[in-house]
């Protein structure tokens, strides 16, 4: 298994390959036929098989929207197939080898901060395909904590430091905001050199705003992929600030995701 994460005309481009002991027919099938992507893939598909036709992602429980439609793109069987899935674009190829094929995944999307879920995401699915079509892939370790493997494999725990002198930081968790709410209020969740004052503005479990010695701390929690989406902005000047906040940043979440994985 192999995984890179680049930028390419401004959006966020994922690539994944597997080595699969099965012939391209077979996995084009499981890539294809919706009885058997229900045996890997996360959410039933009903797609018209052609240059062109539309394809349909539904998950239980969840309304239908734009998102979870789309078309498709390329399709050149038993060797590659292209398609949308809202914003993003999925392209999977299959390249025959001498012990069975090489699979490769292109993600093409826009939330960089996301891409650990969807690395995560795609290697259990991955490990899943190669199950159902009799390989030998098991379960690798729980979600949370492949996630947190890959927030550090492409560096997505790293702040920003603003043109203004301010920092900024975007943290997919693995545990919901309500969870994640109890930390952030704690008298002790605060960077060292950081003097905690007057709070500005607190909506339980979004939104937290307090004043410090040179500006604001604002922390802001929404539903993000498989968990809260955690932001934090420091007005500043507050460079100095960066390796502390993100020191506090990853403990929550190695935290988080060892709570997740119980």
């Given amino acids: 298994m192999s995984e890179t994460l680049t930028t390419e005309n401004g959006r966020t481009v994922l690539r994944m390959e597997r080595a699969l002991r099965h012939p391209p027919e077979k996995v084009w099938r499981a890539l294809t036929e919706p009885s058997e992507l229900a045996g890997w893939f996360p959410a039933a598909v009903d797609l018209d098989l052609r240059l062109d036709g539309k394809i349909t992602f539904t998950f239980e429980g969840e309304a239908q929207d734009d998102e979870n439609t789309g ?12 398609y949308n899935w809202g914003a993003e674009i999925q392209r999977w190829e299959l390249t025959p080898t001498a012990d069975g094929c090489l699979l490769k995944l292109t993600s093409t999307y826009d939330d960089r901060p996301g891409s650990a879920s969807f690395t995560a995401g795609w290697t259990l699915c991955l ?44 943290r997919q968790l693995t545990a919901p905001k309500e969870q994640v709410w109890p930390r952030l209020t704690a008298p002790d969740f605060v960077a ?71």
Avoid: C
Wanted: zero cysteines.
């Fill in 127 to 170: 490990d899943a395909l190669d199950h159902v079509l009799g390989g030998s892939s098991v379960p690798r370790e729980h979600y949370a904590l492949l996630h947190e493997h890959f927030i550090k494999v492409f560096g997505l725990d790293q702040g920003k430091l603003l043109d203004d002198g301010s920092i900024h930081f975007e």
């Fill in 71 to 82: 078309v498709i793109r390329a399709y050149d069987p038993p060797h590659l197939l292209e």
């Fill in 192 to 262: 060292d050199g950081i003097e905690m004052r007057e709070v500005v503005r607190s909506e339980e479990p979004t939104d937290l705003t307090y004043s410090w010695q040179h500006g604001l701390v604002t922390w802001r929690l929404r539903d993000g992929n498989g968990g809260a989406r955690l932001e934090l902005t420091q007005t500043g000047p507050a460079e100095e600030f960066l390796t502390p906040w993100r020191n506090l940043i990853e403990q929550l979440a190695t935290d988080l995701a060892a709570s997740t994985a119980r």
